[in-house]
């Protein structure tokens, strides 16, 4: 399981709303001024939203959480949106090379048309599926991040 800590920035009835602080390895380097990783992490880390839990997980504003997600669902998520559009777009990109070799013209100028309409099915396709988001859960509350008055 993956772990990630956040803070309860909103409670609703059976949802949680959890802002996450990015952990980078940067805070401990010599060299983080000049490091482009550094930089880009913190331009990155600015248009974080809060992340919406369903869970019936007693927390109020402010306590921090310790969330998970399965390692299997992230792997999933990983390959749908990385691994399988490359496979679209190659294969894509193979017919399109077949078919301009069959029908006499240069392969090539098959290829390029070809990856690229496979790679708009690709989006097509995907964009008809329904949304679903990998389940997260909350596995613990901690201590309230500050003091409450």
């Given at each position: 399981m993956?772990?990630e ?9 059976g ?6 602080t990015?952990?980078a390895?940067c ?10 990783t550094?930089?880009l992490?913190s ?13 019936d997980?007693?927390?109020?504003v ?5 969330l998970g997600i399965?390692?299997r669902l992230?792997l999933?998520?990983?390959m ?6 490359l496979?679209w ?10 078919l301009a070799?069959?029908?006499?013209g240069p ?14 099915a690709w989006w ?6 329904p949304a ?6 909350v596995?613990?509350?901690?201590a309230?991040?500050e003091?409450?008055?």
């Amino acid at each position: 399981m993956i772990t990630e800590r956040g803070e309860v920035v909103a409670v609703e009835p059976g949802v949680l709303w959890v802002q996450t602080t990015p952990t980078a390895t940067c805070d401990g380097c010599a060299v983080r001024s000049g490091c482009g990783t550094g930089a880009l992490s913190s331009f990155l880390a600015r248009g974080r939203r809060p992340l919406r839990i369903a869970c019936d997980v007693p927390a109020r504003v402010g306590d921090a959480v310790v969330l998970g997600i399965r390692e299997r669902l992230l792997l999933t998520g990983s390959m749908v949106v990385y691994l399988l559009p490359l496979l679209w777009l190659l294969t894509g990109a193979m017919v399109g090379h077949i078919l301009a070799d069959r029908l006499g013209g240069p392969p090539d100028a098959g290829a390029v048309p070809g990856g690229l309409l496979a790679l708009v099915a690709w989006w097509v396709v995907i964009g008809r599926l329904p949304a679903r988001a990998p389940t997260v859960h909350v596995l613990e509350v901690l201590a309230p991040t500050e003091e409450r008055g």
